[in-house]
């Protein structure tokens, strides 16, 4: 028998079986392994670093050697869905975040040649910003920031986009780096804006009762060629994007101090996306360093509740009370589902944080419907293999909904529960239908 070490986990597993990949061992002891697409080798998500052992992995298959010569990996880099051991290993997981994902876009376009590239880009920027500095420790002020940073950030991430810079207090996302389609991109950039808002508006209820502060943003966005490629000193290249588009973004940005608004963004974007379904009202303004007036669009919001803001706005808040959301969960299963209870062995609470790690990136993957697809038929079939009757789904459907409810709380409306059953349903059927990969 072997065994691989999962590094800074604290986790030692035997594997008896010399068939089953490092991926199937660690979703076999219930090890959160990022896997987007199932473990087909579609994506690069569920990669490891061997840090010991090397001689005792497999031989790279011809899907991984396609995948490690495009993005130029060492050898040492391996799709765990591809690798199986024949001795003792020690590995590390790379991805463990959805910000880890997002940044595969940026790795992806850094092995290509500079090139001219379509892009939306969408800025952020804290107003008044020195009076917040001079009113706060210096120390409390990166603190702020920080939750700042995070809770508009991850708004870019779970949309599929890039976060490409901090400039002092603003944040700028790319969006389409990773080849989405414009109509897709700006969409996704949209929803990021809106997201944005809708997490500053949580942020603000903490910062005013733990600091007696609030923040207020301008977010602007545009869409653009950009020059996108590896820049800089030889010894010291990295990411950068260059271009008028991202200095237009930046003065739409600018132009909600002129008009009063909170998200602005150009009628070229905006015409990307002609089925839209957001409330919008047109605009102009002369933006800083040009002559004419220039085409702007305020938006204002869904024109109708928007099931995937509606499900990324609340994730936090059940992952936050993880732990007490899973264990209402499954104690609500068992009682619709008593049977269920006999496929549920060992530890309860790795088999929540199991289930929360999968939800955070399925909502993260919503962004990404073609690779999710895949990943949920996997999971469809490894759920049929442990035994998961038909009539399971409906119970843990409605457990689901039902803990969700209690720890939403005020959070809770009769659109939250319609996004959150609109999303469990589309799983479900996702597990159980057929996709061809």
């Not at 002020?141 to 599929?160: P, Q, S, T, Y």
């Not at 603000?204 to 000193?233: C, D, K, R, W, Y």
């Amino acid at each position: 028998m072997t065994t691989i070490v999962y590094v800074g986990e604290d986790k030692a597993i035997p594997v008896a079986d010399s068939a089953m990949t490092i991926l199937d061992v660690s979703i076999a002891h219930k090890i959160p392994h990022v896997r987007a697409c199932g473990g087909h080798g579609r994506c690069t998500t569920c990669r490891v670093r061997i840090r010991d052992g090397i001689q005792n992995v497999s031989a790279r298959t011809p899907r991984e050697i396609e995948v490690a010569s495009a993005l130029r990996w060492d050898g040492f880099t391996r799709l765990a869905c591809q690798t199986r051991i024949s001795g003792d290993v020690s590995l590390e997981r790379l991805i463990r975040s959805h910000a880890d994902v997002s940044c595969l876009q940026v790795e992806e376009a850094s092995v290509a040649p500079s090139q001219e590239r379509t892009l939306a880009i969408l800025f952020s920027d804290i107003r008044d910003f020195t009076p917040l500095v001079e009113a706060h420790l210096a120390f409390d002020v990166v603190h702020i920031l920080n939750r700042f940073f995070k809770a508009v950030g991850d708004a870019i991430l779970i949309n599929n986009g890039v976060i490409y810079q901090y400039v002092g207090d603003q944040i700028v996302g790319l969006f389409g780096v990773g080849g989405d389609p414009p109509e897709k991109s700006c969409l996704d950039t949209i929803r990021a804006g809106l997201g944005m808002l809708a997490a500053l508006d949580d942020l603000n209820a903490q910062l005013s009762a733990e600091f007696g502060t609030t923040l207020q943003i301008g977010v602007g966005a545009h869409f653009g060629p950009l020059i996108v490629g590896m820049m800089g000193h030889p010894d010291h290249r990295q990411f950068a994007v260059v271009g008028d588009a991202i200095n237009i973004a930046s003065r739409i940005q600018d132009a909600n101090k002129t008009l009063g608004t909170r998200f602005l963004m150009s009628e070229v974007l905006f015409n990307q996306v002609p089925q839209a379904p957001v409330t919008v009202r047109k605009a102009q303004a002369v933006l800083k360093g040009r002559r004419s007036a220039f085409q702007l669009v305020e938006v204002i919001g869904f024109a109708a509740p928007d099931s995937v803001l509606l499900v990324q706005s609340t994730i936090g808040v059940l992952l936050q009370h993880q732990k007490r959301f899973t264990q209402d969960l499954y104690r609500r299963l068992f009682e619709l589902a008593p049977a269920a209870e006999g496929l549920f062995r060992g530890d309860m609470d790795s088999q929540g944080q199991m289930l929360a790690h999968m939800m955070q990136f399925l909502v993260h993957a919503m962004s990404r419907p073609e690779i999710m697809a895949l990943g949920l038929r996997d999971l469809g079939r490894r759920h049929e293999g442990y035994g998961v009757a038909a009539g399971y789904y409906p119970a843990f459907r409605q457990a689901f909904l039902e803990s969700a409810r209690e720890i939403l709380d005020e959070r809770h409306t009769a659109q939250v529960e319609k996004a959150w059953a609109d999303t469990i349903d589309m799983i479900i059927e996702s597990m159980r239908g057929p996709v061809v990969a």
